[in-house]
């Protein structure tokens, strides 16, 4: 059974750039998609953007502009960057794997969730 | 981008009763629709994919219909661990995106 666990900061002053890594365990992160969602506190989750094992990624417009998703096959790790937060990016983050290839186009695994908090 | 709108926003029923949530999407989106069931402090769990089918260890009393712009997630018969937020998504087109989610509170 694949697990995920996000890790990172939990506080980040505006205007900087907010890290976070993803860490899967109990299967290869090779042939999936692999994501971001995040949840402002009390809020809606919102897609952020994937990558694919072979580096291929895609962002949602509305974050594009400051938004970098990076692997790491040899930690078996994906990672977040975004730039320029402001308070707006208070929200619990998460990773999740999706198994396009398999016709499994939703999300079957996750982790447990990284608060980050953008404050001064 | 494809906008979901769930209602209601708060559901609040007693054990044993039926529960059903909407979604709808601002567009055709067919079939693909998921939901997912999340617990305070806990990640989402996929409960329904492709709009009706159950995922893999989730309670039969759990069902999904719908198609197109309009879809129903029904929870036979209410069990007291049922208490959560239900989001649904749609992965029809990119971005993908999430309804704001029902609360569902159990008496």
């Known amino acids: 059974q694949v697990q995920l666990q996000e890790s990172g900061p939990g506080l980040v002053k505006p205007s900087e750039t907010l890290s976070l890594t993803c860490t899967v365990s109990?299967?290869?992160?090779?042939?999936?998609?692999w994501h971001w969602i995040r949840q402002p506190p009390g809020k809606a989750l919102e897609w952020i953007g994937y990558?694919?094992?072979?580096?291929?990624?895609d962002y949602n417009p509305s974050l594009r502009t400051r938004v970098t998703i990076s692997l790491d096959t040899s930690k078996n790790q994906f990672s977040l960057k975004l730039n320029s937060v402001t308070s707006a990016d208070t929200a619990v983050y998460f990773c999740?794997?999706?198994?396009?290839?398999?016709?499994?186009?939703?999300?079957?695994?996750w982790g447990q969730g990284n608060l980050v908090t953008v404050s001064s | 981008e494809i906008v979901v709108t769930q209602s209601p926003g708060t559901l609040s029923l007693s054990p044993g009763e039926r529960a059903t949530l909407s979604c709808r999407a601002s567009?055709?989106?067919?079939?693909?629709l998921d939901w997912y069931q999340q617990k305070p402090g806990q990640a989402p769990r996929l409960l329904i994919y492709?709009?009706?089918s159950r995922a893999t260890g989730i309670p039969v009393r759990f069902s999904g219909s719908g198609s197109g712009t309009d879809f129903t997630l029904a929870i036979s018969s209410l069990e007291p661990e049922d208490s959560a937020v239900y989001h649904c998504?749609?992965?029809?087109?990119?971005?993908?995106?999430f309804g704001g989610g029902t609360k569902l509170e159990i008496k």
């Open positions: 492709a709009a009706s």
């Open positions: 990558i694919y094992y072979n580096g291929n990624t």
């Open positions: 999740a794997r999706r198994d396009d290839n398999s016709g499994r186009w939703y999300f079957d695994s």
């Open positions: 998504q749609q992965r029809s087109e990119w971005p993908l995106t």
């Open positions: 109990g299967g290869s992160i090779s042939n999936y998609f």
């Open positions: 567009q055709n989106i067919g079939n693909n």
